[in-house]
Nanobody, 126 residues
Framework: QLQLVESGGGLVQPGGSLRLSCAASGSTFQFYTITWFRHAPGKKREGVSCISTKNSTNYAQSVRGRFIISRDNAKKTAYLQMNSLEPEDTAVYSC????????????????????WGRGTLVTVSS
C-alpha cells in the first residue's frame, strides 16, 4: 500500500512559478511510475506529466517547455516545477502512482492508477 500527499499549491500571478511536491509513504516508492494529473471544473482530467522508475519523462503538449517533473527516491518525493504559469493552468493537481512499466512513447494520460493523492489547488490569477 502507498500513501501520497501533495503540497505546494496556492495563488500565483500569471507568468509566475510554483513547485508542487508529492510525498509518499507506506511502500517502495522507487518501484512506481508517478504521474501528475490536473482537473479543472468543466474540463476532463488531464495527465500533465509522468516519470518512470529510471527517470524517463513525458509531458502533455499543453505544458511542454514550461513544467518539469522530477523525483527523489531517497526522500520518497516527486515534484512538479511549474513555470510561466497561465490562468488556464488553474486546477486541482493530484499525483498518482502505478506499477505499470514506463516505456518510450508512453502517454501519461493513458497510464493506469493504483494510488491517488487528494490533490492541491493551484490558482493562477492577477
Amino acid at each position: 500500500q502507498l500513501q501520497l500527499v501533495e503540497s505546494g499549491g496556492g495563488l500565483v500571478q500569471p507568468g509566475g512559478s510554483l513547485r508542487l511536491s508529492c510525498a509518499a509513504s507506506g511502500s517502495t516508492f522507487q518501484f512506481y511510475t508517478i504521474t501528475w494529473f490536473r482537473h479543472a471544473p468543466g474540463k476532463k482530467r488531464e495527465g500533465v506529466s509522468c516519470i518512470s522508475t529510471k527517470n524517463s519523462t513525458n509531458y502533455a503538449q499543453s505544458v511542454r517547455g514550461r513544467f518539469i517533473i522530477s523525483r527523489d527516491n531517497a526522500k520518497k518525493t516527486a515534484y512538479l516545477q511549474m513555470n510561466s504559469l497561465e490562468p488556464e493552468d488553474t486546477a486541482v493537481y493530484s499525483c498518482a502512482a502505478a506499477l505499470t512499466p514506463f516505456r518510450p512513447g508512453t502517454v501519461c494520460d493513458e497510464l493506469p492508477v493504483d494510488y491517488w493523492g487528494r490533490g492541491t489547488l493551484v490558482t493562477v490569477s492577477s
